[in-house]
DNA sequence: TGCGATCTCCGCCAAAGGGAGGAGGAAGGT
DNA sequence: ACCTTCCTCCTCCCTTTGGCGGAGATCGCA
């Protein structure tokens, strides 16, 4: 039985290191490439996967959401978040959105692979740093659960430093709407401006991955 | 003639898929892998390679440090910065380091082997990305250093989501005077908004104590 | 002495942000 | 069918922000 892979990173280089990582072994085959994160989700859509590798640091759709959707569109399909960075936020944000998976790309090879079969079979595979990340995050739960998703949607570009009219635009939404979404969320978190809900985002996961 | 090359990364996938790359051509040879900025110094002294291609991000000793230490012992040694992430700062600070060239990762094999030879020959080799950033950088020096330290308390409270009437309290000066500061603040650094200048600074260290 | 940078403050004004409240429609659970 | 939640958009109104020009005071340096 052969696990059918697609690799999303907007490096080739990062692209091929994990071809040949892969090549290692008969059971992997990668079915696809993308270079951002609306690429993976159209790979997902026409390929339906076993997993995607996913980085999360790329152009056009970020990795997170990208995650995101195609857990919500592809069910079928696990995905693993592959990164360079350690960071509390893309861990949380990663997970939250959906991710069997989060491994840094100083894996080493038979690592790799061993997670992949693993999260071809549902199994939750999280880098011993990454499992701490969590741990100390779950125990300390300073999320904004009660935000909706679209609220979420907001706040993730408004922790960008984007004025209500750029998020209007990229939402396709009015820019009435993006006000009361803006007032729910500091109601909710409780805080009395746009910076410091920006900066409370950046705190806690939301916005950028960097 | 051959060209020796030592890789400094350290993601095991991005050296395997950069040797990949490299060996496509058979000018070059890749003579050593360093994880570190400081592996990357030792190989240096002990190769006296053609080329360094650096990492920016490392545990350690960092891209920059080690390429500036480099640049100053093995002169015969030129060092290509090969990043993920395209950065205002780290462009500057590696080329005021020392570095010949700096490439993004996402960069196709060939034109990756095309730089590789320029540097080799001592020729300068930019991502037109990067050399945009540089030419900015040049044109409108916005370092943090530019700004007063009357403006660095200021954005300092500014990190932490204060309003103009806070910060004007808090420093015992007028509110028109801290919009003065603002204005300054915002243009040095080239931002359109106090979120994004909060964020900015947040992002280079400044803000409450973290 | 003059020059330049910095810090302080002022007023004016346009734009953006944010509070309060209402309202229609879609989706899902009872 | 009903209720709730959510998303969407609206109006009215006020505050905050930020751009602009101007200005006096201090300090240090050429």
Redesign the pocket.
């Known amino acids: 039985m052969t696990i059918r892979i697609v690799i999303a990173d907007d490096h080739a280089v990062v692209r091929q290191g994990l071809k040949m990582f892969l090549l290692d072994d008969p059971e992997f085959v990668v079915v696809g490439e993308a270079q951002n994160g609306a690429e993976a989700l159209k790979l997902a859509h026409e390929l339906n996967p076993d997993v995607i590798l996913m980085d999360l640091l790329m152009p056009v759709m970020d990795g997170i959401t990208a995650i995101g959707r195609v857990r919500r569109e592809c069910p079928d399909t696990e995905v693993i978040a592959l990164t360079s960075v350690l960071e509390d936020a893309s861990v949380v944000g990663a997970v939250r959105a959906g991710a069997i998976g989060y491994l840094l790309k100083d894996t080493q090879a038979d690592e790799l692979i061993r997670s992949i079969k693993a999260a071809a079979n549902g199994q939750v595979q999280l880098s011993p740093q990454a499992a701490a990340r969590l741990v100390r995050e779950v125990r300390a739960p300073e999320s904004p659960e009660?935000?909706?998703?679209?609220?979420?949607?907001?706040l993730r570009l408004?922790a960008q430093g984007?004025?209500?009219?750029?998020i209007?635009q990229a939402?396709?939404?009015?820019?009435?709407?993006?006000?009361?979404?803006?007032?729910?969320i500091?109601?909710k978190l409780g805080v009395?401006?746009?910076?410091?809900?920006a900066l409370y985002a950046r705190q806690i996961g939301l916005g950028p991955v960097d």
């Open positions: 009660s935000l909706t998703e679209r609220e979420i949607d907001v408004l984007k004025a209500n009219k750029e209007a939402l396709v939404i009015g820019e009435n709407t993006v006000k009361t979404h803006v007032s729910s500091l109601l009395q401006s746009r910076t410091q809900a």
